[in-house]
């Protein structure tokens, strides 16, 4: 269903009664879930989004979207949960295990077959004909597809597992999995009993087809082993890939020493850095004037400047989740800060406790604070960007092209405007033009009368000034304009330069969503420009096709972010601000509504 792109009609935050609706109906339809893996699934006050989008084949679908990643769709009133809802969750479902190579074939639209599946030693799971349900992989539970059951488990045992299995919807891999983080399957071992039994099942199929001996010491591996091994090598492969990203030329032994030597779990290192960073900023970044301190304010421009370099802070990855508990840690236990709720919903730091022994105490440490430049400056890319060279343009049209005929210029052929200002120039001279009396003045001759002058005009204009002239043969042409990016030749199109435009929508709640278009035709990459920003305002940002538009995406970002875009784009990447629409509906200072 997903194998395809699909058209997004609409993405807005979903309100509280539909949220609330939602839970209800999960737990309806997945009664195996608890009350707390529903509060994990549908949080009360983390942004969920309801993504309205048309499959390729015309099916009116609605995506739920947590944190950046599809966790439900829903198809004709029926709830299924995505690839990566069931990672989290992998005993959601009844799952039907079929071998490695079988996954290629579901992505690409297949349906599973009877054929293909794998009986453990628990046997089928117990489904009825169109019962929702999963596919995982011998060797690991992690579900890589989901859909319905074709027949019941009764009548695939009494068909002989002959036919239809199942009805595949979603898979790992396909549009729906990639409109995500595109994060690779988890590695969930099998019981050892069901393992033992996959194990066993697949060497007697491949004795029986002659590629596994009977004796024991078969110098290759069997054909299970060596599809897992090798997905797990890839998922190794691709995190070193990252953490290489990640670190410094010159750092390699440095990183690895301090990696192996740490033997805590990744969310207690994370709890080590926030606590660090909040330390840091309190003791270095904030001054007594500035509190009340909003908290969101906080954590963007201080503690995020305090991050160690070659860090990110990333609060879900930490035993709190949320700012707000870790912000009452933090005056709960260690008596720190004072946080209180100055508005409905909005918290503000309002006391410091500069003379706490913890935070008296606390050395900042060299490494920090050095990514910050680079961070809110540079994002993900260490060049500096250079913005393309535009220079606009004027087409010479068959209209006008008796003018430019002397100047061996035809139909099609593009001149700047200084060219275009000689060529008449020449033209002029060439036919003896000037006026006898006053040279600021052009005598009108046939062909300049059918070039520039209204048919309404040709009884009553004898010579127009040199401006206006040149002005009237410009306003004739086609607009061009060149477009030269650095290191690559110069593209020239037609038509006005289409300026990137900025604009503020307003969703569901009435909350409001900040709009970037057309970033691509300036040379950037949305997604770059997208995790920059989220960087700086700390607000949910996502990317979506632009409709109508084929191999274009929309930027969208929480809230009236007009002003730090504005700035993004003029003092970063340095694009013209003639070039830039719609700053003008940035938030005036001062006002506060």
């Known amino acids: 269903m997903f194998t395809k792109a699909f058209r997004v009609k609409s993405n807005t935050v979903i309100k509280g009664s539909d949220r609330r609706k939602l839970r209800a109906d999960i737990s309806t339809a997945f009664p195996s879930l608890s009350a707390e893996d529903l509060n994990e699934l549908i949080p009360n006050k983390e942004e969920l989004n309801t993504v309205k989008i048309y499959a390729h084949k015309g099916a009116a679908t609605t995506l739920y979207v947590l944190h950046k990643n599809p966790i439900f769709f829903q198809l004709e009133k029926q709830l299924y949960p995505t690839v990566y809802t069931l990672w ?155 953490a290489l990203k990640d670190k410094e030329p010159g750092e390699d032994g440095e990183g690895e020493d301090e990696d192996d030597n740490d033997s805590r779990s990744p969310q207690e290192r994370t709890d080590a850095l926030l606590l660090q960073c909040f330390l840091h900023a309190l003791k270095a970044k904030v001054k007594k004037s500035e509190l009340p301190l909003l908290t969101s304010t906080f954590l963007r421009n201080h503690m995020a400047s305090c991050c160690p ?144 002058l209204e048919k309404s005009e040709y009884q009553e204009v004898e010579n127009l000034k040199w401006d206006d002239l040149i002005s009237r043969t410009l306003n004739k042409m086609q607009a061009c304009h060149e477009v030269l990016f650095p290191g690559q030749r110069p593209v020239v199109k037609k038509g006005q330069v289409e300026p990137i435009d900025i604009t503020v929508a307003t969703r569901g709640s009435n909350k409001k969503v900040t709009i970037v278009k057309n970033l691509e035709g300036f040379g950037l990459d949305p997604a770059v420009v997208a995790d920059t920003l989220q960087r700086r305002v700390q607000a949910s940002c996502f990317l979506q096709d632009s409709p109508g538009v084929k191999n274009r995406v929309l930027l969208q970002i929480q809230g009236n972010q007009i002003q730090h875009v504005g700035k993004l784009l003029l003092d970063q990447y340095h694009i013209p601000r003639k070039y830039v629409q719609g700053l003008d509906k940035a938030p005036k200072p001062g006002k506060k509504k």
Not at 318 to 347: A, N, P, T, W
Not at 367 to 394: H, N, R, W
């Open 88 to 242: 989290r969750y992998p005993a959601m479902l009844p799952a039907f295990t079929t071998w490695p190579p079988v996954l290629q074939k579901l992505a690409g639209g297949a349906d599973l077959m009877l054929p293909g599946v794998v009986v453990l030693n628990s046997g089928l799971p117990e489904v009825n004909q169109g019962d929702c349900c999963a596919v995982n992989l011998v060797m690991n539970r992690a579900p890589v597809a989901v859909g319905t059951a074709a027949t019941s488990s009764a009548e695939m045992r009494n068909s002989g597992m002959k036919g239809k299995g199942v009805n595949v919807l979603h898979t790992y891999m396909d549009q729906l999995w990639a409109f995500g983080d595109k994060t690779n399957p988890p590695v969930i071992p099998f019981t050892s009993s069901s393992a033992q039994v996959e194990t066993e099942e697949c060497e007697e199929g491949m004795k029986a087809e002659g590629q596994v001996s009977d004796g024991q010491d078969s110098p290759e591996p069997n054909a299970v082993e060596t599809s897992c091994q090798g997905m797990k090598e890839l998922r190794l492969a691709d995190k070193d890939l990252e």
């Open 309 to 452: 370099k070659g860090k990110q802070i990333d609060i879900r990855k930490s035993s709190y989740k949320k700012l707000s508990k870790f912000l009452l840690c933090m005056q709960r236990d260690h008596s720190l800060i004072q946080v209180k709720e100055l508005k409905k919903g909005v918290e503000s730091i309002v006391e410091v406790d500069w003379r706490n022994p913890e935070l008296y105490s606390f050395s900042i440490p060299e490494d920090c604070g050095l990514e910050k430049d680079s961070m809110e400056e540079g994002g993900a890319c260490e060049v500096p960007f250079q913005p393309p060279e535009i220079t606009p343009l004027y087409g010479v049209t068959a209209h006008l092209e008796p003018l430019f005929q002397d100047a061996k210029k035809r139909k099609g052929a593009t001149l700047k405007a200084s060219e275009v200002r000689n060529i008449v120039t020449d033209y002029v001279k060439e036919n003896e033009l000037v006026h006898e009396t006053n040279k600021n003045y052009v005598n009108i001759n046939p062909t300049l009368c059918d070039c520039l």
